[in-house]
Nanobody
Framework: QLQASGGGLVQPGGSLRLSCAAS????????IAWFRQAPGKEREEVSC????????AYPDSVKGRFTITKDNAKNTMYLQMNSLKPEDTAVYYCAAVRFDPATMTRPCLSRIMNYWGNGTQVTVSS
């Protein structure tokens, strides 16, 4: 399972770091992603590491502000969020899907994720 933490209330321009601890499986063997869902909106991916080499991808809405990382020793993934904006307000979810063993890659599609963390609320407001 995945257990997320680190959400909260932050002022615009501030920073937060979300954590997501894995148990029962090894994150090193998994593609990982963070998604978010704001009220009345569809869930959207905000970061993804889809290959074993650890290269990350981000949508334009968060590129340069968000960073996804994975600490294999701690079996934990993180999302560092800087320069937060009110439009970043949402419930954030971590997720993981096992790599294809032939390619050591897997796309970060929400419909194929093996594990989902509990949501953690991020509110950006003055």
């Amino acid at each position: 399972q995945l257990q997320a933490s680190g959400g909260g209330l932050v002022q615009p321009g501030g920073s937060l770091r979300l954590s997501c601890a894995a148990s029962g499986f090894t994150l090193n063997d998994y593609a990982i992603a963070w998604f978010r869902q704001a009220p009345g909106k569809e869930r959207e991916e905000v970061s993804c590491i889809s290959s074993y080499d650890g290269s990350a991808a981000y949508p334009d809405s968060v590129k340069g502000r968000f960073t996804i990382t994975k600490d294999n020793a701690k079996n934990t993934m993180y999302l560092q969020m800087n320069s937060l904006k009110p439009e970043d307000t949402a419930v954030y979810y971590c997720a993981a899907v096992r790599f294809d063993p032939a390619t050591m890659t897997r796309p970060c599609l929400s419909r194929i994720m093996n594990y989902w963390g509990n949501g953690t609320q991020v509110t950006v407001s003055s």
